[in-house]
């Protein structure tokens, strides 16, 4: 069993089953985000941990001891908010104290502590501003300082910072990471942002309607997604919905068929099924290749600098590649015939 156990915690509202069965297993020190779309249970789930909720079902254990029947101060958690929730009346320091004095630290302590807490934060001189005296990147610091310096055995971060804007935003990311890692703290960060979430995260869990989808490193959750949901929540991709037939043939619910590239299919043959590939897996060439390929025609371009989308015609279908560009431009234009091809390691197989 890791560090933070979560054994089929369910939980409703009403007759509204908000999470249905989640689990989660991970090691101390682990970074995981819950990532998913607005409404699957992101913040209930981090609710029933700090112990504001009560779960109808299931089981919390952190460092083997169960949490479950503890009320929300005696569980030794750090809660990070998007509305970072900081006393207004209170200076930087008081806020940040406040943990301590409620846990009865000495006032030599609480000192030290506290000071200790604003270095971590790169906030030393600030003691005694208000917050409505500082941006709101060095709120959401405060509000960092104020979970981590009661040195909790567990972090929870609840879209703490969707409410900066991007650069900053960017900016926090990597200096929470910093933190985290240097303290070692195991951390729960819920986001609906899945490149916040594949920047920061050893782990993404993907929850989708109450339920977790998908658990595994950002790699493997982009390049191994296990069904479209993940696959077209993550980044993009193109789903070719049908079905593998002998020698390659792959038919399409439309009626085409293309070739599928060189690989072993024999599991999956006859059996309906998508075949699932990012738009910068496919290679574009102007000449027929000798390996198996799709014939198509380029309807679009975008310009983004690096790189240029294309919306391809071809099957019947639209196929979206990303090419890089080189120094001579944008290397394809609209109605130029190419050929499509990729390797089967780049794609996937899905079921759903
Ligand atoms: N206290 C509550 N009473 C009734 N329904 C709730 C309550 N809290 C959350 N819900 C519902 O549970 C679902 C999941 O909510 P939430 O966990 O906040 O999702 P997320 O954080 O992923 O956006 C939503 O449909 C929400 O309306
Ligand atoms: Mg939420």
């Known amino acids: 069993m890791g560090y933070l156990a979560i054994k089929n915690l369910s939980k ?19 970074f995981l985000s819950l990532l998913g779309p607005s409404g699957c249970g992101k913040t209930t789930t981090l609710r029933l941990i700090a112990g504001f909720e009560r779960q109808d079902e299931g ?27 900081l006393f ?25 502590e506290v000071s200790k807490a604003l270095e971590m934060v790169q906030l ?20 960092l300082a104020r979970a981590l310096v009661i040195k909790p055995s567990l972090l929870l971060l609840d879209e703490s910072l969707s409410a900066l804007d991007k650069k900053l935003r960017v900016d926090m990311q990597i200096e929470l990471r910093q933190i ?20 920061l995260s050893d782990q993404i869990a993907v929850m989708k309607d109450g339920k977790i989808i998908q658990i595994d490193t950002p790699q493997k959750i982009y390049e191994k997604p296990i069904n479209t949901f993940v696959a077209s929540f993550i980044g993009q991709s193109n789903f070719f919905y049908g ?31 998508i075949i699932s590939i990012r738009p910068e897996k496919i290679r574009m060439d102007r000449n027929r290749p000798s390996h198996p390929h799709i014939q198509g025609k380029v309807k679009f371009i975008t310009y983004v600098g690096n790189l240029s989308m294309y919306l391809i015609e071809a099957l019947g279908l639209e196929i979206r590649v990303q090419n890089q560009n080189h120094n001579d431009g944008v290397p394809f234009e609209i109605n130029d015939e190419i050929f499509l091809s990729w390797d089967s390691g780049n794609q996937s197989i899905l079921f759903e």
């Open 12 to 30: 409703s509202f009403q007759n509204n089953k908000v999470l249905d069965r989640i689990n989660l297993d991970i090691e101390k020190g682990t």
């Open 88 to 112: 207004p009346h209170m200076t930087v320091s008081q806020n940040i104290a406040y943990g301590l004095e409620q846990r009865n630290f000495t006032k030599g302590e609480i000192k030290k």
């Open 124 to 143: 030393t001189g600030y003691e005694n501003r208000k917050p409505r005296q500082l941006s709101g990147g060095q709120q959401q610091r405060v509000a």
């Open 59 to 85: 089981t919390i254990n952190i460092g083997g001891n169960m949490i479950d029947r503890l009320p929300p101060y005696k569980r030794n958690i750090g809660l990070v908010f998007q509305n970072y929730a």
């Open 243 to 273: 079905k593998i037939k002998d020698h390659l043939q792959f038919e399409l619910q439309n009626g085409q068929s293309f070739l599928l590239p060189h690989g072993d299919y024999s599991l999956n043959k006859g059996q309906d099924c």
């Open 180 to 199: 985290q890692k240097n303290i070692g703290i195991t951390t729960l960060f819920v986001t609906h942002d899945q490149e916040e979430a594949m920047t």
